[in-house]
């Protein structure tokens, strides 16, 4: 799953457990279905949370709906 603004993927890391073992793990973006405007076009696209908070607080996006 990727941001097709930001380009956002999945992030990787380390589970820690107690005795500081440690197993590998990822993260994955919070990454939504939209519906957005694009060149006078409604396009579906995969956007993260933070760049649709982004988009919306600057006025650059009309999303339909939700």
């Known amino acids: 799953?990727?941001?097709a603004i930001t380009?956002?993927?999945r992030s990787f890391g380390h589970n820690?457990?107690?005795a500081k073992?440690?197993?590998n793990r990822y993260?994955?973006?919070n990454v939504?279905?939209?519906r957005v405007m694009i060149n006078g076009k409604m396009v579906r696209i995969q956007i993260s949370a933070r760049a649709l908070?982004?988009?919306t607080k600057t006025g650059r996006m009309a999303a339909k709906g939700k």
Request: charged share 35%; aromatic share 4%.
């Open 27 to 29: 993260w994955l973006p």
């Open 7 to 9: 380009g956002r993927k």
């Open 53 to 55: 908070r982004t988009l």
């Open 16 to 18: 820690v457990s107690h």
């Open 32 to 34: 939504q279905k939209k």
């Open 1 to 3: 799953m990727k941001c």
């Open 21 to 23: 073992n440690r197993t």
